[in-house]
C-alpha cells in the first residue's frame, strides 16, 4: 500500500508519515517547505519506504506508479502563519484540494481531507458537533484560513458524490505534541518558548476564553481509524475537556518553574471564545476516544521544547 502526504514535513505530517510507515504503508511527502521542515522528517529517510519530493501542492501534481491513499494535510495552519501567507493558504485549500482530489480520483485511491475545526468560526454552540455549520467571518483577516478549509470540504464533498471517489473529512481540534515549532504562534508553543526563556507569557483578551488540546498519537490514531472507515461526512477529532486560556498559562508556568509574568494583549478580531469538539461520532463510528492526559503530554512536550531550545547556537550579545 502507497500513500501520499502532502504537507507531510510539518508538525501533523511528519507523525502521520511515521505511522503510516509503522504500519507497512509505502509513503511519498509532498511538501514545499513553506511552514514545513526537512528536520521532521530527516529519520525517516534511510527507510526504503519512504520518499521526498519538494512540491506546492498548489501546483499540478504527477506521481508515478499506484497510489492508494492521498492525504492532503498541506497548509499553514496557525494564525500568525496564514495572517502571514494569506494567498498561500487559499490556494493549497482550493487549488491544493482539487489537485490532490484529482490525483486520488487518476489512481483510484483513498483520499483525506485535513479540515479543521475553524469551520466553526466563532462558535455560537459549544461543545460543536459536525452538524453545526458555524459563525464565520468570511471577510475578516482569519478567513483566509476557515473559507479555504471550508470550500476545501465542498469540493471533497463534490468528488464523493459525482465522481463516487472514496473521500473522507477530519475536523481536526487543537492538537500538541513534539515537533511544533518553538515560533508556531500558537498558544502551547508561545506559553512554553516564554516560560522558558523567562520572557513575560503573553494571553490575549482575559484569558476566559476556551481550548481543548488533544496530544498529537491520539489525534492521529483518530485519523487513522477514520481512513479506514466508511464515513464520507466530517468527523470531529480533538480532546473534548475545556480548559481556559489563562488556565492554561498557569499550568505552564507551574511545569516550567518560571516566575514570568502572563502579560494580557488586545484579543486578536474573531477569535474564538469557545472551541471544543463534539466527539460522539467518532466515539460511535470508529470506537475512537482521546487516552493521554494533558499532564503527560505537556511534560513530553515541555521536555521536546527544552531539548530545542538547548541546540540552539547561543546569540551574541
Not at 487513522?224 to 498559562?249: C, D, K, M, V
Request: aromatic share 10%; glycine share 8%; net charge neutral.
Amino acid at each position: 500500500m502507497r500513500a501520499v502526504i502532502t504537507g507531510g514535513a510539518g508538525f501533523l505530517g511528519s507523525h502521520l508519515s511515521e505511522l503510516m510507515l509503522s504500519r507497512g504503508w509505502e509513503v511519498l511527502v509532498l511538501d514545499n517547505l513553506v511552514t514545513g521542515s526537512e528536520e521532521n522528517i530527516a529519520h525517516l529517510k534511510s527507510n526504503p519506504k519512504f520518499r521526498f519530493a519538494l512540491q506546492d501542492a498548489s501546483r499540478y501534481i504527477e506521481v508515478q506508479g499506484p497510489v492508494d491513499a492521498v492525504l492532503h494535510f498541506a497548509s499553514p495552519a496557525s494564525p500568525p502563519d496564514y495572517l502571514k501567507l494569506p494567498i498561500q493558504t487559499l490556494k493549497v485549500g482550493a487549488l491544493g484540494t482539487h489537485n490532490t482530489l484529482g490525483l486520488a480520483l487518476a489512481k483510484k485511491a483513498r483520499y483525506l481531507l485535513a479540515s479543521t475545526s475553524e469551520c466553526y468560526g466563532d462558535p455560537n454552540v459549544s461543545p460543536q458537533p459536525e452538524s453545526y455549520w458555524g459563525h464565520v467571518n468570511p471577510v475578516g483577516p482569519r478567513g483566509v484560513y476557515d473559507e479555504a478549509k471550508r470550500y476545501a470540504e465542498a469540493m471533497t464533498m463534490a468528488y464523493h458524490r459525482y465522481h463516487g471517489l472514496d473521500t473522507h473529512i477530519v475536523r481536526i481540534f487543537n492538537t500538541y505534541g513534539p515537533r511544533m515549532r518553538l515560533n508556531d504562534g500558537r498558544a502551547l508553543p508561545n506559553f512554553l518558548y516564554q516560560a522558558l526563556v523567562g520572557e513575560p507569557i503573553t494571553v490575549y483578551g482575559d484569558g476566559k476564553q476556551t481550548r481543548s488540546f488533544c496530544y498529537f498519537s491520539d489525534l492521529l490514531d483518530g485519523i487513522y481509524r477514520l481512513l479506514e472507515s466508511n464515513e464520507h461526512e466530517p468527523t470531529n477529532i480533538g480532546n473534548p475537556q475545556e480548559i481556559t486560556i489563562l488556565e492554561f498559562a498557569e499550568r505552564v508556568q507551574k511545569l516550567v518553574g518560571t516566575n514570568a509574568p502572563i502579560k494580557f494583549h488586545p484579543l486578536p478580531q474573531d477569535d474564538p471564545k469557545q472551541r471544543c469538539p463534539d466527539i460522539s461520532k467518532a466515539k460511535r463510528i470508529l470506537n475512537w476516544e482521546p487516552k493521554v492526559k494533558l499532564e503527560d503530554g505537556l511534560q513530553t512536550t515541555y521536555e521536546y521544547f527544552k531539548n530545542k531550545l538547548a541546540q540552539q547556537p547561543v546569540k551574541a550579545k
